[in-house]
């Protein structure tokens, strides 16, 4: 599991890591809003744990412009604002979830592994573009110029998957939460059958994308 920290309290960094790497978490740090939406916005990751004080670019502003960038992963937002009114404006913003300071460390982690399970977020919109096709998403249709195929709901979830993150290595293990779900038993096997229809979808629609493999790591799409 991959997560992001958004916090400026160098020390409180330091446990935290300690204690994500403990439980086999991977994790980036950044400490101001400006880097925060540059690692945001460029990587791909299942939890994002947002400070709402933050030198720069506070939290609240943070979270909408990730959101209105169309970054749909999880953001459990920390602070030390615990009035009813700063949560639900947290929450308003996009957060999904929300975790007062001073905390303990285990009800934290707790809760990322939470948000991990959740399937990925299909965005409210219709229509996904990527090299020379789009997605319809109320169709379930892939298209490029006068030629389309139908996808299942599955095969649609996933190709939105790998278009929102497009041009990024995603690893199995990625995908199989974000798609499918931590607490599904899909296998690797499922995976790549999946892959292999994708592929084929894209062939009969003469698309120029492909969905390429990363020896032992996952898939990237590409032109």
Request: hydrophobic share 40%; proline share 2%; aromatic share 8%.
């Amino acid at each position: 599991m991959r997560i992001l920290v958004i916090e400026d309290d160098k020390e409180l960094c330091s446990i935290l890591e300690y204690q994500m790497k403990k439980s086999g978490m991977e994790v980036d740090f950044c400490h101001d809003g400006e880097e925060a939406l540059l690692y945001g916005t460029k990587q791909t990751y299942d939890v994002i744990m947002l400070d709402r004080m933050l030198p720069g670019m506070e939290g609240i502003s943070v979270l909408e412009k990730l959101r209105r960038n169309k970054v749909s992963t999880p953001v459990i937002m920390v602070t030390a604002m615990d009035q009813i009114e700063n949560r639900i404006e947290g929450l308003d913003s996009g957060a999904d979830d929300y975790l007062t300071k001073p905390f303990e460390v285990g009800e934290l982690l707790a809760r990322i592994r939470a948000l991990a399970r959740r399937p990925s977020r299909i965005e409210s919109i219709d229509e996904l573009y990527f090299s020379d096709f789009y997605l319809d998403l109320g169709k379930m249709q892939l298209i490029r110029g006068e030629e389309s195929c139908g996808l299942s709901k599955r095969e649609g979830d996933l190709l939105a998957f790998f278009i929102k993150n497009k041009g990024q290595i995603l690893t199995r293990e990625l995908i199989l939460t974000r798609v499918w779900g931590a607490d599904s038993f899909v296998t690797d096997g499922n995976l790549d059958n999946f892959i292999y229809f994708l592929r084929k979808r894209l062939k009969s629609v003469h698309s120029n994308a492909t969905i390429k493999t990363i020896r032992s790591v996952g898939y990237q799409l590409e032109e």
